[in-house]
């Protein structure tokens, strides 16, 4: 039996990837590649490249291939486009979504794990955030996650299917072998931004606000490293086979670090001086955001290996300077 990943092409799914074939899976991958890469994804996946809403595809791979389980990441993830353009969001991630629990249900595959954010809880009412304190959702990226979600619940309650969304606050870093990483296009998040300075890419780093109701003026955020995802997701597959309830996650480190000192980490990982300057905020950025990831260390006794901002800084630097234009030669 082997497990899709749909979406196993782009940053958290192709390193989930790496971890499943390492542990011994048996991995298909499923990517259209629109911000995926075809060389991300381990030489021993099998490799379909089609749309999640490609019914008739998905199908096909279902038919073909004995899938015990689904990993679902695929989807668009950038909040700022989400805002400009939000029936992109609705018809990638939600029909995405519909298509794909229309199709593992036609198959009878019944355990997914999906791939949800913090984004789902907009501005937090209190630190850490716990699981089931509200989701208000301040972006339509976090919205249709949100929906996501829901949708899964409610195919649970008709049909069976068990699921886990696993919510992360801000993944980060890179695999240790150095061979996967992070590759955006556009590049919008904080460390491979501050990561193109010290490259020559990037003259200095734009600070998003210093006025924020926290200790040095700038935002904090829960960086959690890319692999240690990728083992949560292992470990929440092996709970739904082992026939664990439906159940939501929190994935992070549980330690908050502002703008400031992610950039200071930089300076001393990569010995460059690293120039900022303060820019106007971001529109929607909540000033703080820290996970209590207290549940899916007791539940699926989850415990990251990356829980100094330094090392996971420096895979992320191991990466970007190896890969400075990412996957493209
Ligand atoms: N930032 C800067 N300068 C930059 C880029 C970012 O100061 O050039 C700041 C942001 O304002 C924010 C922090 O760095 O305070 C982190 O920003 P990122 O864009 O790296 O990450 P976000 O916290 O905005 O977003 C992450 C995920 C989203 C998810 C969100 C949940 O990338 O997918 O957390 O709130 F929706």
């Known amino acids: 039996m082997a497990i899709l990943v749909l979406g196993g092409a782009g940053y958290i799914g192709s390193h989930t990837v790496y971890e499943l074939i390492a542990t011994g899976h048996d991995v298909v991958v499923a990517d259209n590649l629109t911000t995926g890469f075809r060389a991300a994804v381990h030489p021993k996946a099998r490799f379909y490249q089609l749309d999640a809403r490609d019914h008739a595809a998905l199908s096909d791979l279902f038919a073909k ?24 969001y609705y018809d990638n991630n939600l029909y995405g979504a519909t298509v794909l629990l229309q199709a593992m249900q036609e198959h009878d595959v019944k355990n997914i794990v999906f791939s949800s954010t913090a984004a789902v809880y907009g501005e937090p ?14 972006n339509c990226y976090g919205e249709t996650k949100l929906a996501m979600e829901k949708m899964m619940y409610w ?35 904080l460390i491979p931004l501050i990561l193109q300075v010290p490259n020559g890419q990037r003259q200095k780093i734009a600070i998003y606000g210093d006025n924020y109701p926290t200790p040095d ?55 460059h001086a690293i120039p900022a300057e303060i820019a106007p905020k971001r529109a929607g950025d909540p000033a703080q955001l820290v996970a209590s990831s207290a549940k899916a260390q007791q539940v699926l006794g989850w415990q990251p290996e990356y829980t100094n901002l330094a090392d996971i800084v420096e895979t992320a630097w191991q990466w970007h300077r190896t890969h400075p234009n990412g996957y493209e030669k």
Not at 240 to 257: A, C, I, S, T, Y
């Open 217 to 271: 003026g700038t935002c904090i955020r829960d960086y959690i490293h890319v692999s240690d995802l990728a083992q949560a997701h292992i470990l929440a597959l092996d709970y739904l086979l082992r026939g664990g309830e439906n159940n939501v996650f929190n994935l992070g480190n549980g330690v908050g670090f502002s703008v400031r000192q992610v950039i200071d980490t930089a300076r001393q990982t990569t010995g």
């Open 65 to 88: 291939e004995k899938i015990e389980g689904v990993i679902h990441f695929a989807a668009y993830s950038q909040v700022g486009e989400s805002m400009s353009n939000p029936l992109k």
């Open 125 to 138: 009412e209190r630190m850490p955030i716990l699981e089931d304190d509200p989701t208000k959702p301040t």
């Open 155 to 189: 195919a649970s309650q008709a049909n069976g299917l068990h699921y886990v969304a696993l919510r992360y606050f801000n993944a980060c870093g890179a695999h240790p072998s150095g061979q996967i990483g992070e590759a955006h296009n556009p590049e919008t998040h």
